[in-house]
């Protein structure tokens, strides 16, 4: 990695602030001003002027005026956002909950979190948000989910598989399983390689 790269890269995660700020703006498809974000993240107002300025400095974010308003969105061109959104992805939220209680939650093979649903954008009917193989207990992920669901004001597609049903609909290439494989993906848990590799 271009050491120049990677101290943008590392410069991102050294202020609270600034971590709830990417929380907020990769992990959401909107346009935000700074009071917006103040109300949300429950900081105060300098801090964040401050930090959005950094984040805008380093390419991640971009700013755009809106009569005497400045709106914040996330730059998903940054050359580390795929790592970043990961990265967010997996220490915020609902994907930071199930690898926590993945103990509580069962035993999982796999968990895995659609890229579109995790950006922030609303996914159809037939667009499955989150993933999970193995054999989970399935109150406490609905109370994960519900929780989750209640934050983003948005419902949660999600499926669960045992590790046999998933191998088999691998296997006979179902047409479900084919287009979640198909899709940008963040994996929670589990081996993202072996997750998608198709038997001959």
Avoid: W
Wanted: aromatic share 8%.
């Amino acid at each position: 990695m271009h050491k120049d790269m990677e101290r943008k890269l590392l410069a991102l995660f050294t202020s609270r602030v600034r971590i709830k700020i990417l929380g907020l703006l990769l992990l959401s498809d909107k346009e935000l001003y700074v009071r917006q974000i103040c109300r949300i993240i429950g900081e105060e107002i300098n801090a964040v002027r401050r930090e959005l300025g950094r984040l805008v400095a380093v390419g991640l974010l971009k700013s755009k005026q809106r009569g005497n308003r400045l709106f914040y969105k996330a730059r998903k061109e940054f050359v580390f956002y795929p790592e970043i959104i990961r990265l967010v992805a997996k220490t915020t939220r609902l994907g930071k909950r199930i690898i926590e209680r993945r103990e509580e939650l069962g035993s999982i093979k796999y968990a895995m979190m659609a890229l579109p649903f995790v950006e922030g954008r609303v996914a159809s009917e037939r667009q499955v948000d989150l993933l999970i193989v193995g054999r989970v207990k399935l109150r406490l992920l609905e109370e994960l989910i519900q929780t989750a669901e209640k934050e983003d004001g948005r419902q949660i597609n999600y499926s669960v598989m045992t590790v046999e049903e998933f191998n088999f609909r691998k296997k006979r290439r179902d047409s479900f399983v084919l287009k979640i494989l198909s899709q940008p993906q963040i994996m929670l848990i589990g081996d993202e390689q072996s997750f998608n590799l198709m038997s001959p």
